[in-house]
């Protein structure tokens, strides 16, 4: 680990440098300030993320207000991924070679040597040059200066002195914590950024690209927000906002490969001139979801992956369509089913993906396809052990296939509005055929409650109505129970006859049923 005068050499020498698509620097004094002490009290601030390579990034941006050199001919850069808020804060306090080209006032940091060492406060503040008492401020600036530390720590009082002098030691022991990791190769940086996007620290695979090979006169961040916008009123949007998940469309649709290394080596001119393309191939990815399969916006999805290889399917140039012929409708409706069943992009997506982007293209080509021979095998237990959760893939399949059946509302047996139902997608829409009131005071556990094949579109309207009574008292209350139950996959008998156990394993094979019918045929049973 460096330590802080071996940061600031590197900073100061061009050798680390920040990429344009970071952030600016946003911290305050106060937050500036609150780092100065973890590090004297030794509390852990974080890691910095360091990128090492010899690849130099068209665009960079300053560190803050310091405007960073040019780095040393044939030596590696360090691009800081994480960390930058806490790289500027040491280097703006600590250095004093490079001038700021504004304000920066923040790192203007003093210690309080007068005031009383705790634990949870700290003796570290921000102050303007007409706030600083000299009897009792000292500045931080000067401890990698010998030509500014020597007086100034000259100037303290006898009983001062031991004070900053341990001051001083324990910022020149300091050590900053740094990860680094060394390749110029595009796909594993692009495996790099992904990873630690899902360890939260946020980072624009989109703008690396365009920051490392892209051209100026092609934003396809401004044409992806254009399309976010013109998905919008049909719930969509979101695919737009889905950059990862774009940019998979993106190299998939141009080079039938959805890999980091393909997504790396993309290029603004390519891109560019197959964008209609691109674009045809999301709205009729999207289209054949919403009427195919009654999917309302991105969020029903089980994967949102799922769009890339019907993209690279339904891709056309310009206002062009692709016209289904019935034998691939079949085959995309098999492989959508047996994909969601099987979590398929949950696991291995890499992989997974790139062998339906190819069996796609060959169904697309009139070729013949393996694109639905997915190998899965559920049983009943997949109904019987999952239990309802909105973000599961298991629970967004079951809703999906129950969506299939057009449910009806149990009270007025009237059509439910998958369209308002779906776009909610909240627990507001869903609830219990067995009420959890009655399954208290049969006894049964709260993880027991709620298997998937307890569970029912059931607006909240109509869950008043049925209240928390057993089935066998609500059963008066709904007005067409033979066709509202078959649209609900649910059997009648083993309903109403409070028989939670037989009833949870006859709905099971029901609903395991529809699941068998629509990966083997794609459509309902007949």
């Not at 590696?76 to 040491?90: A, F």
């Not at 008492?133 to 030509?147: E, I, K, M």
């Not at 690279?312 to 995309?332: E, G, I, N, Y």
């Not at 028989?499 to 007949?526: E, I, P, Q, V």
Request: glycine residues 4%.
């Amino acid at each position: 680990m460096p330590s802080i005068r071996q940061l600031i050499e590197a900073v100061s020498d061009g050798r680390v440098r920040i990429p344009a698509f970071q952030r600016g620097f946003v911290w305050d004094a106060d937050r500036v300030a609150q780092l100065m002490d973890s590090i004297y009290k030794g509390y852990p601030f974080g890691a910095l993320l360091f990128w090492r390579t010899r690849a130099e990034l068209k665009t960079e941006r300053d560190l803050g207000p310091f405007k960073l050199p040019r780095r040393p001919d044939d030596y590696p850069i360090d691009y800081v991924l994480d960390g930058q808020q806490r790289l500027t804060s040491i280097f703006g306090v600590f250095q004093t070679e490079l001038k700021p080209s504004g304000k920066a006032d923040w790192a203007d940091i003093y210690f309080d040597y007068r005031g009383d060492v705790d634990a949870q406060e700290s003796l570290f503040v921000p102050l303007a040059a007409s706030e600083v008492d000299p009897s009792r401020h000292f500045p931080l600036n000067v401890f990698f200066d010998a030509a500014k530390y020597g007086p100034a720590f000259r100037a303290l009082p006898d009983d001062v002195t031991p004070k900053i002098d341990d001051l001083y030691s324990r910022f020149k022991e300091a050590d900053v914590p740094v990860q680094t990791f060394t390749t110029d190769d595009r796909a594993g940086v692009a495996i790099v950024f992904e990873r630690v996007n899902r360890l939260g620290v946020e980072l624009d695979t989109l703008q690396l690209l365009s920051a490392w090979t892209w051209s100026d006169d092609f934003d396809l961040q401004r044409r992806f927000e254009d399309l976010s916008e013109e998905l919008e009123p049909f719930g969509f949007k979101g695919v737009g906002e889905d950059i990862t998940l774009l940019l998979r469309c993106c190299a998939a649709v141009v080079d039938g490969d959805a890999s980091p290394k393909t997504l790396m080596s993309l290029n603004g001119t390519k891109v560019r001139e197959q964008f209609s393309r691109v674009v045809n191939g999301i709205k009729g990815a999207i289209d054949f979801v919403r009427k195919e399969l009654r999917v309302e916006k991105l969020d029903n999805l089980p994967h949102a992956t799922l769009l890339v290889p019907l993209a690279v399917f339904f891709a056309a140039p310009d206002s062009k369509s692709v016209k289904l012929t019935h034998v691939q409708r079949s085959m995309l409706l098999r492989w959508f089913w047996r994909a969601c069943f099987s979590a398929r992009y949950g696991r291995v997506v890499q992989r997974n993906l790139q062998v339906d982007v190819e069996e796609v293209i060959r169904l697309k080509d009139g070729k013949p396809s393996k694109l639905d021979e997915i190998p899965v095998q559920i049983d009943d237990r997949f109904f019987l052990e999952n239990n309802f959760n909105l973000n599961a893939v298991s629970s967004k399949t079951f809703v999906l296939l129950l969506a299939q059946q057009r449910p009806l509302s149990l009270v007025s047996s009237s059509a439910i509005d998958l369209s308002v139902a779906l776009q909610a997608y909240n627990r507001n829409e869903f609830h219990h055929l067995y009420p959890q009131a009655f399954l208290r005071t049969l006894g049964v556990p709260t993880d027991k409650q709620s298997p998937l094949a307890n569970m029912c579109f059931i607006n909240a309207i109509d869950n008043k109505v049925l209240s928390g009574d057993a089935p066998s008292v609500y059963q008066a209350r709904i007005s067409d129970q033979e066709g509202v139950l078959k649209h609900a996959l649910c059997p009648a008998i083993e309903l109403f006859a409070d028989d939670y156990d037989k009833f949870l394993k006859t709905r099971a094979r029901l609903l395991l049923g529809a699941a068998n019918s629509r990966m083997n045929s794609g459509h309902a049973a007949t």
